[in-house]
């Protein structure tokens, strides 16, 4: 099981070029990853890499050595694969990289638990574009456009943004009728975590119309906290439909400029191609697609 272990971390860091990544990646310290590697190059004789204070090389015997340490560990995964497929219900770690939407997946991770105990679910909730292979992750949802070649897709649903206040707001304020209007208006905005840049509100301009002035009352980094503000009649709010369905439908919240909103997007599940899907990433990915938009994917 130690030489396993060493096949793993080997693979791990001839993958990453970097003890730091691969420890990230494996759930343990770079310097644990370094004597590893170590024990490992000392049992068989050779070194693998060529280590300097700013990078990692394979050397020659190490790079023959990982395209064999990779057929070894495809033969252990797909040996696991068959045996978890006759030994009943799927287990398991499975991470798991999403964004900062809460509210739509953490209900549908809840019930994912429930019908699933033995899966151990590892969430790193980001707005950060993670490297899936890269940063060990068995699994990713995700918006925007997918660019990535190494990855397999599935998509989950739609939505579209919609700019919303409180009727108690709007009765106060008035009801913005053109984008140039919100210049009177209070705005909640949303702060990338990873550029320190708002979020632009995707409204509709003519040809040669300047860009409406959106004032800044509050600004923070999840949706939570602009829907919460808006209910309360703090301002004005461009939210995604998942996470103001409820209090549309009840009036506590009314949307505004639709007629300008251009704002849509797509869900994705994305995880490594090229490989067998493990039993709890599949039923991972089954059952998100059946769940998060229910009759959409």
Not at 257 to 270: A, H, K, Q, R, V
Request: with cysteine; hydrophobic share 40%.
């Amino acid at each position: 099981m130690d030489s396993l272990s060493g096949f793993t971390v080997f693979v791990q860091v001839a993958e990453t070029r970097s003890f730091v990544a691969a420890g990230r990646a494996l759930g343990i310290s770079a310097s644990a990853v370094g004597k590893r590697v170590a024990r490992l190059e000392e049992k068989l004789g050779v070194r693998l890499f060529h280590r300097s204070t700013r990078s990692i090389a394979m050397t020659a015997e190490g790079t023959l050595f990982l395209e064999r340490s990779r057929r070894i560990l495809a033969e252990i995964e797909a040996t696991e694969l068959e045996l978890s497929r006759t030994a009943g219900a799927p287990r398991g770690r499975l991470r798991v990289s999403l964004p900062l939407v809460s509210s739509l997946v953490l209900p549908v991770l809840a019930d994912f638990m429930a019908e699933y105990p033995e899966i151990e679910l590892d969430l790193d909730f980001t707005d950060r574009l993670v490297d899936v292979i890269e940063e060990g992750f068995d699994v990713v949802v995700r918006t925007g456009q997918l660019s990535d070649s190494r990855l397999s897709a599935r998509r989950l649903g739609a939505f579209r943004l919609l700019v919303v206040g409180s009727p108690a707001y709007l009765e106060r304020h008035g009801v913005p009728r053109r984008p140039a209007d919100l210049a009177d208006h209070a705005c909640l905005h949303y702060r990338f975590s990873n550029t320190g840049k708002l979020e632009p509100w995707p409204l509709r301009r003519l040809p040669g119309e300047p860009e409406p002035h959106l004032p800044v009352s509050m600004v923070c980094n999840n949706i939570e906290t602009r829907v919460c503000f808006a209910l309360r009649g703090r301002g004005l709010a461009c939210l995604p439909d998942f996470a103001i369905r409820d209090a549309l439908a009840e009036s506590r919240l009314c949307s505004v400029l639709d007629d300008y909103m251009e704002g849509t997007g797509n869900f994705y599940l994305l995880w490594p191609s090229g490989r067998q899907v493990s039993p709890r990433l599949r039923a991972f990915i089954d059952f998100m697609g059946v769940r998060m938009f229910p009759g959409s994917s």
